[in-house]
């Protein structure tokens, strides 16, 4: 029916009905010529709206209710997880909304028994999806592991009618103790997770603090003190030196605001949901996580309070108290530390045990081991020697020299005195290319001795001596396996290192490793090669840092160039020791040739060539060539030319590269 506007006005009508609106007659100014129609079109009951939806869309049907015991057989079943695979139910679902703020949901996607919504929410979407508080896999999809709760709608999408489901089913669950979380221990979120306070860890957060300056760092460290790297002394372009300092951690804090340090062990690693367990029960939500946790000593007699294993200022401080008693001590191993050891004990008598034909023989060769023999004899240091011999040798009249790994520490024995004042002498008998056999206390042992000693050792070679106690420096072992991880593990190297590609990540997602629990897997350059040194422990960590900084912003990054030659500076015997490349010859297996150049209790030079090319370098004492030799190294120059001139002291050799 159609009326004129004319005819509506002779009705006497106060208003009309026009698009669903009341509009009050008196109100409107409309021209004389123009007209309304209006429609009646029939109306639906709810009923009839249903029917007429579900015969368009029967997926939107939700009369026929799905039991709670099916639901949770479905959460079971193999279309679920083809459906949803291992992500939650939520993760998938996408709303549409205009503009960068995420409204509200809407109040209910189901009206009188159907769907009445376009899009649905990841809940009222799938009819099998029954929230009730036994169906325990469904409500875990929906609870926050930072904090125990409820996801909020915003993130989940769901609708204000199943949020409060969900709310009033994770109530009644907890009630019943089907679900627990510890609301004392709340997690911790935090964008990167060092686990380790050593020399890597705490690299890799300087890194960070570096490139990513306000970003949240969580330290996890279970030792009493942190160690940071302080006084950094470059001296070539590629060689520093630095000390090792113990900081507290209020004072680590103080250096780094954004950074939170939990004194703890980490024991477990949820690489699913990249989670960290400590002991006392505290998770850490991580985006990159690096492992640091360096590396053990390799322990002789376990549990023999007469064998002391040197490995971190702890250890150094009980070897110290030890000695203020001592007459006799043993020590065994060959590396670095071992050798500083037997250097700066003095007043107590030493047995050095070792399994090479030369001492030190992880870093030096038997000639370097000459040069340091009157020091290891306590011999006290003459006038300079003015002689200086410069000799070359071929392959075939050298000792073979075996690369093993070592823990060596920057001046670590500096701030520990390892002096007995009760006796002024002290003599070192060397055991060479022989290895512990047995080991007694006294309680277990008959043998009829001048002295009674605390322990008695027996060597491989026969022969057994007492002593007061034996340190142990034979090496260390990666603390690769102190952390439970789930959903995968670690794969480890033939010496129980994490493996590492040129980017320091695992093969665990989202998970680096640095330092001594690494390991390099990735294709060497020439002249590099992998030692456990605080040196290289410093330089994977700050490595590590970049690698992760530039995964976040997922930015690439090549290998640093401190990865192109090997390079370390220590001291043994109070001389300063440079290593530059291949050193020992590693690798290079009987092609090359030695040259040196000798100053007796002055300096000792070693280089090590191939090809008419300088591979490596051992330089002992002020030599003043560490610069020569690294470029020679690295740019790899053709030095047939100069033939002995390279180590001519009357000769300026960096004057042909100018």
Known sequence: MIRSLSQIFKSNLNYISLKNHNILLNELNLPRLFSISSIKSKEY?????????????????????????????????????????????????????KGSRIPRTRKMCIRNDVISTGS?????????????????????????????????????????QQQIQLLVAYTKAKDFGLITFDLSSPMIEAKYVVIGGGIAGMSCIDGISILDKNAPVVLISASPYIKAVTYVTPITKMLTEYIVEEKSYDDVSLMYPSLRIIKDAAIRISTEKCLVETVTSQIIKYEKLCICTGASPKVISPNNEFVICIRDT??????QNKLKSAKR??????????????????G?????????????????????????????????????????KTIKYTTDELYESKLTGAALGPNWHDKINLINKNRNSSNVTVEYETEIKNIWNTKNISLQKEEDWSIYVELNNGKTYGCD??????????????????????????????????????????????????????????HWFQMRLWTQARQMGSYAARCMVNAIHEESIMLDFCFEMF??????????????????AQTLEKNYEL???????????????????????????????????ENLILNQLDISEFGEDLLNPDIDIEDYFD
């Not at 001590?329 to 003095?346: D, L, P, Q, R, W």
């Not at 396996?481 to 320091?504: A, P, R, T, Y």
């Not at 000798?598 to 090809?611: F, P």
Request: aromatic share 8%.
């Open 567 to 584: 390079t370390h500076v220590t001291r043994f015997f109070g001389y300063k020791v440079i290593l530059l490349g291949l050193f020992n």
């Open 595 to 629: 040259m040196l150049r000798v100053t007796k209790k002055q300096e000792y030079i070693k280089l090590v060539i191939s090809d008419n090319k300088l591979q490596g370098a051992l330089l002992i004492g002020d030599t003043d060539l560490e610069e020569m030799c």
């Open 120 to 160: 649905p929410c990841p809940i009222c979407r799938d009819e099998y999806l029954v929230i009730d508080y036994t169906n325990i896999d469904l409500l875990k999809q929906f609870i926050s592991e930072v904090n125990g709760k409820i996801l909020p709608t915003e993130k989940t999408g769901v609708c204000q």
């Open 348 to 388: 107590v008598d030493i047995i050095w045990v070792i399994k090479d034909k030369h001492i030190s023989a992880t870093f030096i060769d038997p000639g370097a081991a000459e040069f340091f023999q009157d020091n290891l004899c306590k011999i006290e240091k003459k006038e300079t020697s003015s002689v200086i």
């Open 45 to 97: 009951t709810a009923e009839e709206r249903r029917n007429n939806i579900i015969e368009k869309e029967p997926s939107k049907d939700r009369r026929i209710k799905i039991s709670v015991e099916t639901s949770i057989r479905y959460l079971q079943s193999a279309a679920f997880k083809e459906a949803y695979g291992n992500e939650p139910v939520w993760k998938i679902y996408r709303r549409n909304f």
């Open 329 to 346: 001590v043993v020590v065994v191993g060959n590396g670095g530390i071992a050798t500083e050891i037997v250097y700066e004990i003095e």
């Open 469 to 526: 106690f034996v340190v142990s420096a034979i090496g260390v072992i990666p603390n690769s396996e102190n952390i439970l991880v789930e959903n995968g593990s670690f794969e480890l190297s033939f010496d129980k290192g994490i493996k590492v590609n040129s980017q320091m990540e695992t093969n665990l997602k989202n998970i680096y490793a640095a330092g001594d629990v690494c390991t390099a897997s990735w294709i060497p350059a020439r």
């Open 314 to 319: 702890d250890s150094a401080e009980l070897l």
